[in-house]
């Protein structure tokens, strides 16, 4: 049984005329101890997808509809309140920026106690041992001098394992990566995705990596999910879908990389931009970036099956081979 | 060989940091831009790479060595010379949004050079602020609006815009493209050579993003920590880099094809404190093939091969391959 099993899931934000809708119908899966890429452009719904599953959404302002199951437990319910209390969810997140993550005024050992008393209800004494054992798992030297150091005295790569020890502390079986290594730099990068991906293969944990790198999700994640306005439009295998993607914003996104083997040559764009939420498209969301659109183009488009693991939103994608990159 | 257009002796900058105490955030780099020529500056966060490129456009206080325009030193320029200077090396800088004024339109923005060098009359200055947002692919009802109503790749055009009204013969590039989408990231770099060749130009591009350099740049100078620790043209340094940091830093550059396990070198730690950098080689407390000599001899960036220079005391024996040397035992 998945992990996570997520239907038809919609986010809309505002109320009556002003009240867009930023999730179309996502359904997605992950599988124990899976690394599960989600990619797409800025405005393409993967954090808000994150967020929603994290119930970290305002609910004043937003509604969420359809199915959430995690490890056998419901998310929310019809009316897209929560269910289940946030501490028995075995879920939890790490963000893009660490130093606003985490609160300047209290130490790293006391907000890493903090969130095992509350999430495991430890007392001071099991918590501080734990905490120290969570801060030497994911890497930091000296974790007894390092309890009493305040967020601004680290590194950025030392905070980013901090939050990834606070986000252990929840032991979950799924851990949302929301571009977790997009603030520090390309050495300290790698450091952090050998760590997540030790992690998730020491403990069984599944984790949900959103990125826009897709040199990032080609060496850490097994599966990709690509957004595209709010909808998935292709999902399978990394490694299948970076040699020969199904649809042509996956294609590219790969074609517009940069690399010394294409120095002095032209990159391929997408022109134009992701469309707000709200604006309506006639048929492909992606239609008026696409250049393979046609007429047929201009009905709405359905997740068709490639192959028993992939699945792309794009009628054209049998017939015509999209520019990939050849592996 | 011509002389090079913009060029950096030894030059270090120090800022003060409380009472008596300084950090040296550049430590006797010296860099050569030719003219025509698309040089790329590389390294981490707190490596210096953007305070090289204040030191060169006069923006960084010089603690020691020279800066020289078409090899005049620019500390002895008077006032008319400075001014052709700061109009002649114009900067794009790193976050499109904060760079441009909110409250002013994107015509007033890129106006902005020519009404502080009082240039031609209004008509003129407006004429070729114009001509410059046309060239960066601007339509002309965009004139008018504010940041707030462009999106992120919009404002960076401007931004470009507004370097290019001086008529500029450098362009300093500070990560100009990190904070844009790859799609994006792409229309820009497209757009930087396209300028480059209409508008002659000269470019010095800063990014912490191997593969945007490599990409664009025909040399590329890595720093670490203050210093320069290798130098070498774009195939020479992806193909055969001849020092450790910078074959670290090639390695762990994600790749969406080849997989990088096995090849891959992580470094362990982060990079020092530039407050009080470690002695000797600077990289010593984080490269695999340290010995005790590292630690005491600093090493001078040396031309090992034509044109291409590392800063590496083993350099002869970790790469003796790559050297086509053989090493005494």
Request: a negative charge; hydrophobic letters at 40%; proline letters at 6%.
């Amino acid at each position: 049984m998945s992990l996570l099993t997520v239907e038809g899931l919609r986010v809309h934000f505002g109320h009556g005329d002003t009240q867009v809708q930023a999730l179309h119908d996502v359904d997605l899966t992950i599988e124990p101890g899976e690394i599960v890429g989600l990619v797409g452009e800025s405005g393409s719904g993967k954090t808000v997808t994150s967020l929603a599953l994290m119930g970290l959404l305002d609910p004043r302002s937003s509604r969420i509809e359809g199915r959430a199951v995690l490890d056998g437990k419901e998310l929310w319910d019809e009316k897209g309140e929560r269910k289940t209390p946030r501490h028995e969810i075995p879920m939890a997140m790490v963000f893009q920026e660490p130093m606003t993550a985490l609160d300047p005024v209290f130490t790293v050992g006391y907000q890493l106690m903090e969130t095992l008393k509350v999430r495991r209800g430890m007392d001071k004494r099991a918590a501080r041992a734990e905490a120290l054992s969570l801060l030497d798992a994911v890497g930091i030297s000296d974790p007894k001098a390092r309890m009493k150091a305040y967020p601004h005295e680290l590194s950025g790569g030392m905070r980013q394992r901090v939050m990834i020890a606070i986000a252990l502390a929840c032991d979950p079986k799924l851990l949302i990566a929301d571009e977790p290594t997009t603030a520090v730099d390309v050495t300290i990068q790698a450091q952090l995705l050998d760590l997540i991906k030790k992690l998730s293969r020491e403990r069984g944990m599944s984790v949900l990596f959103v990125t826009h790198d897709l040199g990032v999700v080609s060496e850490t994640c097994d599966r990709m999910i690509t957004m595209y306005a709010g909808r998935v439009v292709e999902r399978g295998p990394v490694k299948e879908v970076l040699a020969a993607p199904g649809h042509p914003y996956t294609a590219g996104l790969l074609a517009a990389l940069p690399s010394p083997e294409s120095r002095g040559g032209r990159l391929a764009t997408i022109p134009g931009r992701v469309p707000p939420p709200g604006d309506v498209v006639e048929g492909c969301i992606f239609r008026p970036r696409c250049p393979y659109a046609q007429d047929e183009c201009r009905t709405e488009q359905k997740l068709i099956a490639l192959t028993d693991t992939r699945e792309v939103r794009c009628i054209r994608s049998r017939e015509i081979d999209f520019e990939g990159v050849a592996s | 060989m011509t002389e090079p257009l913009l060029s950096l002796e030894n030059v270090s900058v120090r800022f003060p940091i409380g009472r008596r105490r300084h950090v040296t955030a550049v430590d006797g780099v010296s860099l050569e831009l030719r003219e025509g020529e698309t040089l790329g500056l590389i390294g981490e966060s707190g490596s210096g790479k953007s305070t090289v490129a204040r030191a060169a456009m006069g923006l960084a206080p010089i603690a020691e060595g020279t800066v020289r325009w078409r090899g005049k030193d620019v500390s002895t320029f008077n006032a008319k010379e400075r001014r052709a200077f700061s109009e002649a090396v114009q900067m794009v800088f790193q976050d499109p949004h904060s760079a441009l004024d909110p409250r002013r339109t994107i015509l007033q923005s890129v106006r902005e050079p020519l009404d502080v060098m009082g240039r031609g009359n209004k008509k003129d200055r407006r004429e070729v602020a114009a001509k410059a947002l046309e060239d960066v692919g601007l339509a002309t009802q965009m004139l008018s609006r504010y940041p707030h109503q462009l999106s992120g790749g919009q404002k960076q055009r401007a931004n470009i815009a507004r370097a290019l009204v001086t008529n500029p013969k450098v362009l300093v590039c500070d990560e100009s493209v990190a904070a844009l989408d790859v799609a994006l990231q792409a229309e820009i770099l497209n757009l930087l050579q396209d300028l480059k060749a209409e508008y002659d130009l000269t470019i010095l591009f800063i990014s912490h993003d191997l593969s945007v350099v490599s990409y664009l740049a025909d040399r590329i100078s890595v720093m670490y920590l203050g210093n320069i620790v290798e130098n070498a043209t774009t195939e020479s340094l992806v193909e055969q880099s001849l020092h450790p940091y910078s074959e670290a830093l090639l390695s762990a550059q994600p790749l969406v094809h080849d997989s990088s396990e096995g090849r891959r070198i992580v470094l362990k730690g982060d990079i020092p404190s530039p407050v009080s950098p470690p002695p000797g080689c600077r990289f010593n407390t984080r490269c695999q093939f340290a010995q005790e000599g590292c630690r005491e001899v600093k090493p001078d960036l040396v031309e090992v091969l034509p044109g291409h220079a590392s800063a590496c005391l083993r350099v002869d024996e970790l790469y003796a391959d790559r050297l086509g040397r053989t090493v005494a035992s």
